[in-house]
């Protein structure tokens, strides 16, 4: 089983729409949670962070964290197609030193005019 | 604009080559990281320095040698590489872990330097 799971996709909404992605965690000693958005050819850039169980919304995004079901997703309201990329579910956990990052496979999302 | 700078944006390489990448932040993080990224794969972490001292180290080969300077500074020592390791290489700064927290911060990745060995 791979420590985070994610659906590669692609992921096809239309204009206006809500996007859904979803990612799954093995590790149940994770207690951070990050969403990255990635454009081809481009660097990771860090679009939400979750640490609670619930609902965390920034502008369209609204990110939510089940730990008990090892469950986070990212929805992204009134999607543009500017939201086309890939997102990378990402998972840390106690480290010696420094936060160790475990990245998801990446689902990519089209959002479609 | 990304507040951690990589240098180059672009590298070729031949396989006798020495060469190095260059990461600069000055976001007062305290820990920095190289990661690796291929093509459509996630990026796959290669080192981690707290302190300035090397705290992981994920089993990467002996051509490639990290170096952390200063707080501010993380370099990657390239030499004899092969074409397989052409890929896009990231460096990234977060805030350090404090013992007992329960949060980690978030990495802050730089553009990347997109290495080609010939």
């Known amino acids: 089983q791979k420590e985070v799971e994610q659906n590669s996709g692609p992921l096809s909404v239309p204009e206006g729409a809500i996007a859904s992605l979803n990612c799954t965690y093995s590790d149940r000693v994770s207690q951070s949670f990050f969403w990255y958005r990635q454009y081809s050819g481009k660097s990771p850039e860090l679009i939400m962070s979750?640490?609670?169980?619930g609902d965390k919304e920034d502008g369209r995004f609204t990110a939510q964290l089940n730990k008990a079901s090892q469950y986070v997703s990212l929805l992204i309201r009134d999607s543009q197609p500017s939201d086309s990329a890939t997102y990378l579910c990402?998972?840390?956990?106690?480290?010696?030193?420094?936060?160790?990052?475990?990245f998801g496979t990446g689902t990519q999302l089209k959002v479609e005019l | 604009d990304t507040e951690v700078t990589q240098t180059p944006k672009h590298l070729v390489m031949g396989m006798t080559n020495k060469k190095s990448l260059k990461c600069e932040q000055h976001?007062?993080?305290?820990?920095m990281y190289w990661y690796k990224q291929k093509a459509k794969k996630p990026p796959e972490l290669m080192f981690v320095y707290s302190y300035e001292k090397l705290s992981i180290n994920e089993s990467v080969p002996s051509r490639f040698s990290p170096e952390c300077p200063n707080s501010s500074l993380l370099n990657l020592h390239l030499h004899a590489l092969q074409p397989e390791d052409s890929a896009l290489y990231l460096c990234?700064?977060?805030?350090?872990?404090?013992?007992?927290?329960?949060?980690?911060?978030?990495?802050?990745f730089g553009n990347g330097t997109r290495l080609t060995v010939t």
């Open positions: 979750i640490y609670s169980n």
């Open positions: 990402a998972v840390a956990r106690p480290t010696g030193g420094g936060n160790k990052l475990t």
């Open positions: 990234a700064s977060s805030q350090e872990w404090v013992r007992g927290s329960s949060y980690n911060s978030p990495l802050h």
């Open positions: 976001m007062g993080h305290r820990a």
